[in-house]
């Protein structure tokens, strides 16, 4: 398995950003969801879930980190 360049720096790309904000609303699904039941639906998580996952799909899209040597 081959790591991408100055994989130390990863946490600066913006696609492992938007990873790290899927996961954490995936936590806040399973402890305050149930909590906020009466105020905010599935539906609403969802929605914010699926957006998150269609902009971590474009960021992987964009070019980060240092230009590639030729």
């Given at each position: 398995m081959r790591l991408i360049d100055d994989c130390r720096r990863c946490h600066t790309f913006y696609s492992v950003q938007l990873a790290a904000l899927?996961?954490?609303?995936?936590f806040l699904q399973a402890t305050v969801l149930p909590m906020?039941?009466?105020?905010?639906?599935?539906?609403?998580?969802?929605?914010l879930n699926s957006a998150l996952a269609v902009l971590l799909f474009f960021a992987r899209l964009i070019k980060q980190g240092p230009e590639a040597q030729q």
């Open positions: 899927i996961a954490l609303f995936g906020w039941q009466a105020q905010l639906s599935p539906l609403t998580y969802a929605s």
